[in-house]
């Protein structure tokens, strides 16, 4: 059983940058891919960012490449991602999602992958 409590969000204006944390309970972190999506009022929930065990290996959405970026930290059982070049529609609630699949693969861009959520973080970007 993991538990994800998200953390970080908040109201920015347009180009500016936030960092969510998304930190874990349970002792077998390091065996959890983590993913990172988001949700817009009246919008599907949709992939963002996923980090394989290590660290070593990403995915990223298209919408989001170059300005974002995923990282863990398993001594603290917590991952990240940096938001830089914030947009207005990169406005939604933002949700940590885990895994108990410790290896990345393009399964994880689905939410149907992963098997526990947080309870998200509201990010409002102004214009």
């Known amino acids: 059983q993991v538990q994800l409590v998200e953390s970080g969000g908040g109201l920015v204006q347009a180009g500016g940058s936030l960092r969510l944390s998304c930190a874990a309970s349970?002792?077998?972190?390091?065996?959890?891919?983590m993913g990172w999506f988001r949700q817009a009022p009246g919008k599907e929930r949709e992939f963002v960012a996923a980090i394989n065990w290590s660290g070593g290996g990403t995915y990223y959405a298209d919408s989001v490449k170059g300005r974002f970026a995923i990282s863990r930290d398993n001594a603290k059982r917590t991952v990240y991602l940096k938001m830089n070049s914030l947009k207005p529609e990169d406005t939604a609630v933002y949700y940590c999602a885990a895994d108990g699949t410790a290896y990345l693969s393009t399964s994880h861009l689905n939410k149907g992958a992963y098997d526990y959520w947080g309870q998200g973080t509201q990010v409002t970007v102004s214009s």
């Open positions: 349970g002792r077998t972190f390091t065996s959890y891919t």
